[in-house]
């Protein structure tokens, strides 16, 4: 069985500060994909990156990051220098066909 | 290119009612996916498509609940008769074949509300 856990519910910072957004995941394949998908107010669910696991690079795009460790199962998602445009849900999710397993999320808010 | 269209945005139903949700994913998309996103249940995949054919309905709660794909550019979502657990955002998702298989992207959702 494939299981995505997200220990934070919420996180609260102030602008510019950095955030980090914890993913762990259980799976018995050796072949399987993850991802970071961005839930705004508006309710819309935005792909933000997809990794499959024979490659554990970083990834940076902008102010996002991205960390993989298969060492510890993890997928770590960091927002450097927050802005108020990054307050939302955030969700991890995992895959090794095309069933997505998402993780409960973690709402960021971002105060000005 | 326009991205997935889910119709209607917002549908408030009495219990009891029949409710179609409908769906057409981006052009080109060989699969597409139905979601149900709750508060106590989150995000849980219903049924999923590939080429039209029905693959994995497991997700699919009960018999109340039934999904189409009559072609390439059109997918239903019914559910008859509706109850108010049924209350909840239904997102319909597609994905392309092939490499980029795995990489599903989504509508802006329908929120059911049934009273």
């Known amino acids: 069985a494939q299981k995505v856990t997200q220990a934070q519910t919420e996180i609260s910072v102030v602008e510019k500060e950095d955030v980090t957004l914890d993913c762990v995941y259980e799976t018995r394949d050796t072949t399987y994909y993850l991802f970071w998908y961005k839930q705004p107010p508006s309710g819309e669910l935005v792909f933000l990156i997809r990794?499959?696991?024979?490659?554990?690079q970083n990834e940076i795009s902008g102010r996002y990051s991205w960390n993989f460790q298969k060492s510890t199962s993890s997928f770590n998602f960091t927002i450097t220098a927050s802005q108020v445009v990054d307050s939302a849900v955030y969700f991890c999710a995992l895959s090794n066909d095309y069933k997505l397993s998402f993780g409960a999320g973690t709402t960021v808010t971002v105060r000005a | 290119d326009a991205g997935v269209i889910q119709s209607p945005r917002h549908e408030v139903t009495e219990m009891g009612q029949e409710v179609t949700l409908r769906c057409k994913p981006i052009s080109g998309h060989d699969y597409l996916f139905w979601y149900r996103q709750t508060m106590m249940r989150g995000l849980e995949l219903l049924i999923y498509f590939n080429n039209n054919v029905p693959i994995d309905d497991s997700g699919m709660p009960e018999d109340r609940f039934s999904a189409k794909m009559p072609n390439a550019s059109f997918s239903t979502l019914k559910i008859q008769p509706s109850e108010p657990r049924d209350s909840a955002v239904y997102f319909c998702?597609?994905?392309?074949?092939?490499?980029?298989?795995?990489?599903?992207?989504f509508g802006p959702g329908t929120r059911l509300t049934v009273t």
């Open positions: 990794r499959n696991s024979f490659d554990e």
């Open positions: 998702a597609s994905s392309p074949g092939g490499t980029l298989a795995y990489e599903q992207y």
